[in-house]
């Protein structure tokens, strides 16, 4: 079976959606790497990636998206975890399986200013760490994090550039009124939250 | 956008808008023209003094593409309250520093709190109306100079997101940050026939621009053009700016491109300059000697493509 790495570029400005796509192919040895573009700039600068790189590339479009298939490796398969998603992804090759679980958006108690604080250096010690973690989930007030006004949003920034998926709860987004606020990563739902944190080989919960 | 503009006719407006050239020219006496153009943008690169430096190179370069020199500028300065006022500082003192160098007194401007910095300058220069330079005087015979390699677009591009190497980008900042002075000064020594500057239209706007308003053909040897370092790699990268797409799509029946030509050199050729070289049209008779006066200044400056006559049915610009 071969691996597939799914990258949703869409709403990103040029050149992040192409530099995403970039570390997809990095970061696997073989497979497909799968990008989601929503204009012609992505689409033509990814396709000039694929082409750089000597990778076959395959292109459709959806409605006003791109869907962009690239091969890697020959279509040698590599092992990799069941998760039973079409869109299963590869461990880091340096690293495990690593998701993050934010519950709120400080850290500890009773402190809330210190908690604040921790928050915002946790997520920019995160970006300076190798292995960089797969996935960062934001439940609860945690979505406060990925929103318009969040301090924490250039580091959040730069670990989606570096590959890191991050997914904001969609219940927390309406119930806190956010949902047009989201500035990074994608709205995800409870469905998906629980088949990464399944698939992961550590959860590390904070908040 | 300009053409809904109402055209100009005053006898003293040497050169206005209708020809896409770098400044207004402007004749004060017989023998003195003023000329006045404005340039800013958002930051380039993360350090502020040579961003202040690249913005004023980049202002002052269209004085020296029509062949002046400039006298007093003023600075555009957008800042947001929010931010260390250190950095703004540090700016306005790259740009003092390079109209300084130009010769020219900073003599003040306008500055407003925005969201997004941005900095440049209004810049008035003086000319002699008989020297002025414009993008509308090349002839066939001519050879056209380019005095900076090209590839800025892409290098930036590259460095918003760390991926252009540190030592192949550092070339490209000093390139930006570098007056066109040099370089207007021995084309003036060797006599141009046109000049203009490449900037945000890339080399192919900025030469279909004076093949257009010269009523010539150009043809440009693609293997002849100076690139930067490391440009081509980033272009196959992907690392190609939105505004390269706009350029090709707005000449795309209007330029003929080799048949074959590899997507990364087309990149290049439609790769927006930021601060980038001047384009001198010069008698095929002087362009050694203006290469060679070009290169004692220490400038690396290429003969890039020729000028003839227009041909029925074959486009303005040629890449062969």
Request: net charge negative.
């Amino acid at each position: 079976m071969d691996t597939e790495l799914r990258v949703d570029a869409r709403g990103l400005a040029c050149p992040l959606p192409v530099v995403k796509t970039k570390k997809a192919i990095e970061n696997i040895d073989s497979g497909k790497v799968v990008a989601i573009v929503d204009n012609t700039v992505a689409r033509d600068n990814i396709m000039k990636l694929a082409q750089g790189l000597s990778l076959p590339v395959d292109v459709v479009a959806d409605g006003t998206d791109f869907i962009l298939s690239i091969m890697k490796g020959g279509g040698v398969a590599v092992a990799e975890p069941e998760t039973g998603s079409e869109a299963a992804v590869l461990p880091e090759r340096s690293g495990k399986n690593v998701v993050i679980l934010f519950q709120a958006d400080t850290i500890g108690r009773p402190e809330q200013e210190l908690g604040d604080v921790l928050a915002k250096s946790f997520l920019y010690a995160l970006t300076e760490c190798t292995p960089t973690p797969r996935t960062l989930i934001f439940l609860n007030g945690g979505v406060r994090l990925t929103c318009t006004g969040s301090e924490a949003l250039p580091s959040l920034k730069t670990l989606e550039v570096q590959g890191v998926e991050i997914l904001s709860c969609g219940t927390c987004l309406d119930y806190l009124e956010l949902k047009g606020e989201l500035e990074v990563g994608t709205v995800s739902n409870m469905f998906s939250i629980i088949e990464k944190l399944m698939a992961a080989d550590k959860v590390i919960t904070v908040g | 956008m300009l053409r809904d503009l109402p055209m100009l006719s005053d006898s003293r407006l040497l050169v206005g808008h209708e020809t896409s050239d770098d400044a207004a020219v402007y004749r004060l006496r017989p023998d003195l023209a003023l000329i006045q153009t404005v340039d800013f943008f958002t930051p380039v690169v993360d350090d502020p003094f040579l961003y202040g430096q690249i913005a004023a190179a980049n202002a002052l370069s269209d004085i020296y593409a029509m062949g002046g020199s400039p006298l007093l500028a003023l600075n555009i300065v957008c800042f947001p309250s929010c931010l260390d006022p250190g950095i703004l500082r540090d700016i306005l003192c790259g740009g003092a520093q390079k109209v300084k160098e130009a010769g020219g007194l900073l003599a003040g401007g306008h500055s407003i709190d925005d969201n997004e910095p941005k900095y440049g300058l209004a810049v008035t220069g003086t000319v002699k109306p008989e020297e002025v330079w414009s993008n509308a005087t090349a002839v066939p015979g001519d050879v056209l100079v380019l005095t900076k390699p090209i590839g800025t677009g892409l290098f930036l591009t590259a460095n918003k997101v760390d991926l252009a190497s540190e030592d192949e980008f550092a070339v490209v900042c000093t390139s930006m940050a570098e007056l066109n002075a040099a370089a207007a000064k021995a084309a003036r020594e060797v006599g141009a026939s046109a000049c203009t500057d490449i900037t945000g239209f890339g080399l192919m706007g900025h030469v279909y621009e004076l093949a257009l308003a010269s009523q010539v053909l150009v043809q440009i040897y693609l293997d002849a053009v100076p690139l930067f370092a490391g440009a081509v790699d980033l272009a196959r990268q992907g690392l190609v700016p939105a505004a390269t797409y706009r350029n090709r799509d707005s000449l795309e029946t209007k330029v003929s491109l080799p048949p074959g030509l590899p997507a990364s050199m087309s990149d290049l050729l439609f790769d927006p300059q930021t601060s980038g070289g001047l384009l001198l049209s010069v008698p095929a008779s002087q362009s050694t000697s203006l290469l060679a006066a070009l290169r004692q200044r220490g400038i690396q400056a290429a003969a890039i493509g020729e000028v003839k006559a227009v041909q029925p049915d074959e486009p303005l610009l040629k890449v062969l």
